[in-house]
């Protein structure tokens, strides 16, 4: 693997959270074991582990954030896969974003 920093977020509901990044938002899959899979994200990972299998609890209240250089293009490309992009269009730039299974916002953010 690269030398790439990330972010681990341990979830209740690991498959649902695997299937939902992997399949509808697309991300790459850099690793898989037991209750863990380890996703690039922008410039670095995203690490969903399994709060049960580990004994963890679940990680609370985490924002990713993904830059984009258009928000209408990654809109499309999820649309395509049945997410609906929720999109402001603030003063300082456009946000759009979703929750995965576990409640965790993702969001695609473009400055203006």
């Not at 697309?26 to 996703?39: C, M, Q, S, W």
Request: charge should be negative.
């Amino acid at each position: 693997m690269d030398n790439l920093g990330g972010v681990i977020v341990f979830v209740l509901k690991y498959r649902e959270c695997v299937r939902f990044y992997r399949d509808k938002v697309g991300l790459i899959v850099l690793a898989e074991k037991p209750g863990l899979t380890r996703f690039r994200l922008g410039s670095m990972y995203l690490q969903i582990e399994d709060s049960e299998e580990f004994s963890r609890s679940p990680t609370a209240n985490v924002i990713l954030r993904e830059n984009v250089p258009s928000l209408s293009l990654k809109q499309k490309e999820l649309s395509e896969k049945g997410i609906e992009l929720e999109i402001h269009d603030l003063e300082w730039g456009e946000i759009g974003f979703v929750f995965d299974p576990h409640g965790n916002k993702l969001e695609y953010f473009r400055e203006k």
